[in-house]
């Protein structure tokens, strides 16, 4: 049978032949630069190549992710298994019709006049064992099929194909190609630990190559493993900037990398042309991309770090884009390897550039007529998503716009400088109730701090009630930073700003913060007065619909105030309202706050099963709202409930855990943060010195998932009341008055019978309804036959 021209439909099935070959494998290329293992992905790869299933195999990636390298090493691995074993490199042609000629040419096989190139090409290969590795098979990735067609008349053949692009053919088993790993910027590592990463032995091995005695020092490890984070771990540019050394220090490069596709340039003249500078490297890839691709990356260069797939359809619909355009050209730059999709651990995609990549976009942009229309849609969509997300970081599923927010940082911080420039400051200040949900969850409160402060100095057409909010959003944020001169200095003028606009909520908000400044600062009784104001300000009807959920601030905040003055009923009794209150309004962060107080009043009442289970709840709340202020508050709390259950080693060490939270958010005051100090103070005064140092470290050493996770082990590890706990809280007087109590004795007769005054018996039922966490004299006892107490 005599086939022509291009396969693109099933081959009718013919046997098998014998090979027309000389025996013998054709060499495969050594490179004259060492090879720097990547075993893992090695491994996967020869894997692959061993499963029968798997006949065309592609190895795809962005230009200088190193496709071919590890295309050659995992060859050297299964060339044994194969009769012959071909390299062709396909980076010269252009014509996907040349793809027949060009492997007739590596195997030998001169094509005939009377049969076509791919007919000779079944006849000479038969029944072969042989692999066929095809390097840059991306610009004539059309020939897929032709490809497909030689695979199927040939059942040994195997095919390795190296590609920016996928071939999107049946049959093919896609292997993206990773970046090299990177090393994380940890002080505390060894040079040599430091070295041991791939991305370090590259750029010190090709370093050598310019300078022999290059090597990794105290003064340089820390630049070095900048430059391999900022390059992405991508072996090109970290080949190509190791050529820059013969020029800059490591120091001087890691501040050249700002502009890469300047630095990244002089590669080796013996390679070809796309590969001597990053820049042809990119343009290489964006060149074989059609129109409708092309204008779709310009558009995903306006992004920074990761987007969705709703944000680069929001934006480049005001470039005349449709959502369903956008969507298919966004496969075609994934297929071309220029965009990459990330996940973010929950099943929802995001996807993101190569920073070398993104640069090379923004490049092309200055040239594009509509950029500006790409930057302003850009910014309006990330201003507007951060503006309206408040009211989403205080209901069930924050947790999800929390963690979507932490990956939209840098599209959102892009989004502010747009605005500064375009001197629209009131677009930041309408930003701050967002921006300090996002601090109290994630830290990080300093940018947000700036931003505000920035807009505050000329606030544009902002309004009254804006600025104030504004300015108590900026005093919260310097609280939590632990600057409690500035953030009184705001709240003040906060409160200023309110009173005299007549802004009666803005007015009650400012109290709050000035009190909390006051709280922190162990001024309660000045912190109460402030509470109570506010609380008056906000059980004002007409308030009740402004976010609902401050309305009950400054009632926690009193049983806070309540708690660190040793009032612990009052606590209970104003913590539990606020539960009661905050659960009607479906307000998981107040419901959180308000049961780290219940909790604690609990357990310094004695009442510990009661303060273990409003602890897990509290616990729960604040890891659905990924709150680390509350997370690390509660987990000191738990500390103190530990140590009342007699564990002060366990009760150390969640300290430490919760010291871990603290430092990892940048903040300096956390949830119930006074009764958290004194939790500090309690364990360690419980233990010797070097015993509370050993489990403080020990805590302090575990990641945030980690310390939440030793929390809960303390809390499910509290048994239920038994009769020891309730024996142990109560006297023996008090037990024998809680008996005759039981009896149904009245407290005259209860005094005739122990020879005491009624007023003592009256003390002591006192006592027991407060040990018990009892409200009534009949619930007291029932709980204590319920322990077996009496």
Known sequence: ?????????????????????????????????????????????????????????????????????????????????????????????????????????ALGVRESEREGMANQLVEAIGSTRALLVLDNFEQIASAGPDLCFLL???????????????????????????????????????????????????????????????TLTQSNVNDVAEICLALEGLPLAIELATVQLRVFTPHAMRRELQHRLELLVDGPLDQPERLQTMRNAIRWSYDLLPMEQRSLFLCTGVFAGSFSLEALQAVCLAAGGSPQSTAHALTGLIDSSLVHRVDDGDGDLR?????????????????????????????????????????????????????????????????????????????????SGTLLSLAYARGEPAESLRWLLRALDSPGNASAEEIADALFTASALAQVRGDLSQAMGLGQKALDVSRHAGYRFGEARALIGLGIGAEWAEQTDLAAELYHEANQIMREREHAARLSHWRVLPLANLADIALIQHQYAKANELGQQAVGEWREAGYLWGIAQALGTVAAAHCERGALDASRVAYQEALELWLACADGRGISGTIAGVAGLTLARREPELAARLLGAAESVRLRLGVEFVAHHLYAQGQIARVRASLPAPVFEEHWASGEALAIGDAAELAHQSLNAVPEPSRVQQKDLLSRRETEILRLVAEGLPDREIADDLSISPRTVQSHVTSILTKLDARSRAEAVASAIRSGAI
């Not at 309006?380 to 947790?399: D, F, K, M, N, T």
């Open 1 to 105: 049978m005599t086939v022509r021209g291009t396969f693109t439909g099933q081959p009718a099935p013919i046997a098998p032949r014998a090979s027309s070959l000389d025996a013998g494998r054709s060499a495969l290329p050594r490179p004259l630069t060492s090879f720097i293992a990547r075993e893992r992905e090695q491994r996967e790869i020869v894997k692959l190549l061993h499963n029968p299933e798997v006949r065309l195999l592609s190895l795809t990636g962005p230009g200088g992710i190193g496709k071919t390298r590890l295309a050659i090493r995992a060859a050297e691995d299964v060339s044994p298994e194969f009769e012959h074993v071909w390299f062709i490199s396909l980076a010269s042609i252009r014509d996907h019709r040349l793809l027949f000629a060009a492997i007739g040419r």
């Open 351 to 431: 996807f993101a550039m190569l920073e070398t990549v993104r640069e090379f976009a923004r490049e092309l942009q200055e040239t594009a007529c509509d950029i500006a229309t790409l930057h302003e849609a850009h910014a309006r969509y990330y201003l507007q998503l951060a503006a309206e997300s408040e009211p989403r970081l205080i209901v069930s599923g924050s947790a999800e716009w929390v963690k979507r927010l932490g990956y939209d940082r840098a599209n959102l911080r892009e989004a502010v400088h747009w605005a500064f420039e375009r001197d629209e400051p009131e677009l930041v200040l309408r930003l």
């Open 152 to 214: 199927a008349y040939c059942p040994e053949l195997t095919a390795l194909v190296t590609t920016r692009t996928v071939l999107r053919v049946s049959g093919e088993f896609e292997y993206p190609v990773p970046p090299l790993p990177m090393p994380p910027l940890d002080a505390g590592l060894s040079i040599a630990a430091i070295e041991s990463w791939p991305t370090i032995r590259l750029f010190v091995e090709r370093a050598r190559a310019v300078d022999t005695h290059f």
